[in-house]
Structure formats: C-alpha cells, structure tokens
C-alpha cells in the first residue's frame, strides 16, 4: 500500500472509531450556550407554566440560562416550525401540547414534520379531561347523556378551545363512538369555552385543568366522567368514558418536549434524563398535581410509540369527521 493510501485509510478508521467519543464529549459539553425553550401558546396557560418549571431546574442543572420564550399561533404550529428550522444541536427544546399530533391531518403544511424535523423527547405531563356538562342537563352518567343526545339531535352544544384542539377532536371522537350529533361551537381558549358552559350558553365539553376543576368544585358544572384509561384518584367514584359503554375511549392534553430533527442522540439522552430528574423532583409533582397535571415522564423510544399511536388515531378521527381548522 502507498503511504498516501495508508494515511487515508489510517484518517478514515480514526474517524470511524471517534464518532462514538465525539457525540460523547459533545453530550457532555451540552448545553454550551443559553438554551432557548420555545412554548407554541401564549404566557399563563398550562404549558407555559410547566415550561417555566422545568426550565427553572435545568438551568440550575446545567449552569446556563434556559429561556422560556412564547409563540403563539396556528394551533401551535408557529411555535414547533420555530424549533424544526434551529440548528440540530439541542439547544432550542419545545413544549408542544397533545393537538401536535393531529397537525399532520389537518394541516396541508404545518410547518414542521414530526420524526424529521421533530424529534420527541419525552412526556412531560398529562392533563386529564372530562366529560362536563352545565347542571340543567338531565343527565348524570355517560349512558343518560349519549340517551339524550340521541333524543335530541343537533340541539347539544360542544365548546372547545378552538377548532383542531384536541378538545374539539375528543367531542369528535365521542359522537363517532356514540353516533350521536351536537355543534361544536370554537372558542379562543378552553377558559372562555367554560365560561359560557358555566353560564349556560354551551352544554358541554370534554376538557380539563384547572379551569375545568376549579368549576367542578364550586359545583357550577357537573363531571358526568373522565376521558382517561383509568378512573382518577381525584374523583374515584367517577367511572370513566370507557367502562361506560364507549371502550377504548381516551383523550388528554398531554405535553410533550421535542427537539430539532437531527440532534445527536446523545444530546437527547441528556436532556431527557435531566428533564426526567427535574420533573421527578418533589415540588415539582406536588405544583403540577395542584393545577390537574399528572406527571409520567417517558423513555424517547415510549414517547415516539405514544405519538405515532396519537397521529393514527386523531388522522382517522379527521378523516371520518371531516373535523377542518378555522
């Protein structure tokens, strides 16, 4: 062999055999500049506020600023194209809420592609939703609301976050299971749906929060069930959606944390496992409980099953229901 032959075979094996321990010194070099934390709705909502906890623990964790920034608009996709065209290096993360996954079906473009431009990091919190309805509703389990409903077609009115929310496509998912009928009226924010349910202008929504619990509590809107696999340990006595004749039946607003498509895999593994650490954290579960967040965090490799089974199921709810954005 030529010694210039040699020298290029000897570069190239170096190169081979120190990727593993480049992508290692550059995980633990990570984050090596403030890190920018993108939240896809506007300040004072759920996931702004976790956000902002757990970017309180991981510039403590890492010893660089981790700045929460808002971008509101388009259901969210505003904020999540943001993050698809940062640079792959980990230092733009995003918090996306549960209506992500239905983007691809409602959205000619949203903007980003989930699994390309977007990769998913973990689960970083669950807020449970129900089935609410305003008191003068004669109706106090599933069975005797899917009764009236049928007994009255089209008289019920469903109000939502707005149109692609995942409350939206949870009602959307209830009147294909149910085969039942209602108008879905679109709101700018769940907040304002449940006003009006509270002051009798709608007649329910599946949703949840603390703006749906704090009126359950005062007793100003009824909880008929919960949409969750599971009855909650908040309301033990309430069944669920699904031992109520509608098996299978599940919807949330989960938060899910991303980063650009292309980050090395050992940056993610170290923002997850930190993300993991900060969200375990005593304070942190005992805060988030109090504004009806459950706190599961997910390996990556969870999360990415979790979402590929949301997009199916939410992309067959559009399908059948014609569901469109405004």
């Known amino acids: 062999m030529r010694l210039i032959d040699f020298a290029r075979a000897a570069a190239l094996m170096l190169g081979l055999s120190a990727g593993p321990l480049v ?19 506007p300040a004072g909502g759920t996931s702004d506020v976790l956000a902002r906890g757990i970017a309180q623990k991981l510039a403590a964790a890492w010893g660089q600023p981790v ?34 996954s239905a983007a691809p079906a409602l959205y000619k473009d949203p903007g980003f ?24 509703l004669p109706v106090r389990t599933t069975a005797e609301f899917v009764d009236y409903a049928k007994k009255n077609p089209g008289k019920l009115s469903l109000g939502s976050g707005g ?3 995942v409350p939206h496509l949870g009602g959307e998912l209830l009147k294909m299971r149910a085969g039942i009928d209602f108008v879905h009226v679109p709101y700018k924010g769940g907040a304002q749906a449940m006003t009006d349910l509270v002051g ?51 919807a949330s ?9 292309g980050t090395p895999k ?33 390996t990556p490799a969870q999360t990415a099953t979790f979402l590929r089974a949301e997009m199916t199921k939410w992309a067959e709810v559009v399908r059948v229901s014609g569901a469109k954005v405004d």
């Open 23 to 41: 992508l290692a010194q550059d995980s633990q070099r990570f984050p090596s500049k403030p890190v920018t934390f993108i939240v896809p709705f």
């Open 253 to 261: 607003a989960w938060q899910m944390m991303f980063v650009t498509g």
């Open 266 to 298: 050992a940056v993610v593994d170290r923002i997850h496992d930190e993300v993991m650490r900060a969200l375990s954290a005593p304070d942190m579960v005992e805060r988030f409980q109090k504004m009806g967040i459950v706190v599961a965090p997910t």
């Open 200 to 250: 009798g202008q709608i007649q329910f929504t599946i949703d949840g929060g603390s703006h749906v619990v704090s009126q359950i509590e005062a007793q100003k809107v009824r909880l008929v069930a919960v949409a969750t696999p599971q009855r909650l340990a908040q309301y033990p006595a309430v069944p669920t959606i699904a031992e109520s004749g509608l098996p299978g039946f599940e």
């Open 67 to 100: 700045v929460v920034e808002n971008r509101p608009g388009a259901a969210g996709n505003i904020g999540a194209a943001a993050v698809a065209k940062a640079a792959p290096d980990g230092h733009t993360l995003l918090l996306a809420a549960a209506a992500i």
């Open 163 to 165: 149109s692609g929310t």
């Open 113 to 136: 592609k989930l699994f390309e431009s977007l990769t998913p990091v973990t689960v970083a919190g669950t807020v449970p939703f129900m089935l609410v309805v305003h008191p003068s």
